[in-house]
């Protein structure tokens, strides 16, 4: 692997463990097995590196999101498929765990891609709830934004609660609650 990719695998996995504050170039360098010159040679510093890192933390997570919402299925099976997908539950979640972060949340370019992965992956619940809407699969009086950042929000939550009781099972039960309405909701 290459030394680029390994400062930003490195730094990817250091800011879901530490966030932004505890992530120092040293410890960057240590991970990475590379030196302080080929950090600066390829990042003008850490703020770039990070935003390198948090863009492809959420590329990757937006792409995981897509392989289960984008399947085969009924809106409901995908919606379902994308919340039981496996998780490392008591880590949280890459991008939701900096919102956390103020280092992160105050600089714009930083809090950008965070943002962004929120938006898409709620945008494109929404498309799949107003398509099982349309189908009859959902009630016409749904709102699918709402519906979407309701799941989203249950999703981030569970992480939360989780990682509060040292247990997955608060995030199962969040995820089974939010299948559960779901299914409620079916004509």
Do not use: N
Not at 129 to 138: H, V, Y
């Amino acid at each position: 692997m290459e030394t680029v990719e390994r400062l930003i695998r490195s730094t990817q996995q250091l800011l879901w463990e530490r966030g932004y504050v505890g992530t120092s170039p040293k410890a960057i360098q240590a991970a990475a097995d590379a030196g302080q010159g080929s950090m600066y040679h390829h990042f003008t510093g850490k703020a770039e590196l990070a935003r390198t890192a948090i863009e492809r933390s959420a590329t990757e997570l937006t792409a995981a999101a897509e392989q289960q919402l984008s399947g085969p299925g009924t809106a409901l099976e995908r919606i379902t498929r994308y919340l039981e997908r496996d998780r490392e539950v008591l880590k949280g979640c890459r991008i939701g765990r900096l919102t956390a972060d103020p280092d992160v949340i105050a600089d714009p370019a930083l809090r950008a891609p965070v943002e962004a992965t929120f938006r898409r992956i709620r945008e494109r619940l929404a498309e799949i709830l107003a398509e099982g809407k349309q189908a009859g699969e959902f009630p016409p009086g749904l709102d699918p934004v709402a519906t979407a950042a309701t799941v989203a929000a249950v999703l981030q939550g569970g992480y939360v609660l989780a990682r509060a009781a040292a247990d997955d099972a608060p995030f199962e039960q969040a995820v089974q609650g939010m299948v559960g309405l779901l299914r409620g909701l079916r004509g």
